[in-house]
């Protein structure tokens, strides 16, 4: 084996993995355990001192599970990650361990509907506030950073438009104030977009979307970029403080450059329990292997899709950053060479009702919430997820009557067209 880094293609199979030491199993054993036999009562001891590196129980770690951690941190370029049972599991780990009550952090305001609500109701349970910027005004994050902020949080290719995101303009932001920048990279994924070489320091996915791919099995996972001092403000005394109940171990003396991973696992995951079955792990984990060959697909499928939707009388607009007029396609060619993704939205001149007409009037398109499907989806946000929205609240989201939004499959792309083309003759 020669000593260059494999291609992303190669590690998207390889990395993490090995065949089973104990019976040579060449796929990733289903480890489907929940505790694991000590060698002795000191091996014990060290595991749970956290002297030693090692499984103890499957809240916490599971051999499945780790082979996808590290895939998923070779595919990112990070130093190490940390799968959940979702990705909004996974945020909520993050905060966990950078955030006190009364602390805030800055997030765009453009994001899956699901972590606006999040981040707007369920963390102000715990007393963190969050500010919401504008991604196409980046002084809209600087201006509401105050003493009490941890944190920047953006997602590359943002919800529901197709919309990529000025990550290294915003990671400037963040190393002058001395925050880190947190990126959810479920839309791009490492395929499209590498965050961590633009200035983010963690990586958050939802691994049900393309990674898995197939919309079986539900995961997340936080990538550590290994990149942020976790000591030097004092801001984060979970990293930078001696932990009692481990000894008085201070995790980022201890980790170094890992320590943020390390953390969302032995404090988070072990507290709050999200940890990822072991069998949504290996489903993950197959789907992965195929991640660069569909990604492009879809990418490819995507454009031919919305440059027809583009010239079809029925349609008002198209929100696509791969075609040459969009607003975003500059910034699509600079941060994501390969292709502009596959989820994005158009307009139809015949409003809410056309819109209606049009969904149920498609048949190899499937009408659900999901997205990153082998299968072409297809969702009216103002008559389903966006439905208890004014109608001035659907258009700031991105989600007007006469939106629709498509997460574009990986079937033949004239079949793809053929349906959209019969559908829109019935509207
Ligand atoms: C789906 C999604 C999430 C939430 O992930 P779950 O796995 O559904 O919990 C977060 N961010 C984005 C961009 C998503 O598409």
Redesign the pocket.
Known sequence: MSQKIPGFSTLAIHAGAKPDPATGARITPIYQTTGYVFDDADHAASLFGLKAFGNIYTRIMNPTQAVLEERIAALEGGTAALAT???????HLIFHTIMRPGENFVAARK??G??INQFGHAFQNYGWEVRWGDVNDVSTFESQIDDKTRAIFI?S???PGGEFVDIEAIGNIARKHGLPLIV?N??ATPYLVRPLEHGADII??????FIGGHGNS???MIVDGGTFDWSKSGNYPMLSEPRPEYGGVVLHETFGNFAFAIACRVLGLRDIGPAISPFNAFQILTGCETLPLRMQRHCDNAITVAGWLSNHPKVAWVSYPGLAGDKNHALQKRYSPRGAGA?FTFGLKGGYEAGVKLVEGLELFSHLA???DTRSLVIHPASTTHRQLTDEQKIAAGAGPDTVRLSIGIEDSNDIVADLEQALAKV
């Not at 049972?85 to 945020?91: P, R």
């Not at 958050?204 to 979307?209: I, R």
Request: proline share 0%.
């Open positions: 049972a979702s990705g909004h599991s996974a945020q994001l899956y699901g972590s997602e290719l943002a919800n959810d479920t839309l958050v996915h939802s691994l049900t979307k539900m995961g997340g989820v999901n997205l990153g």
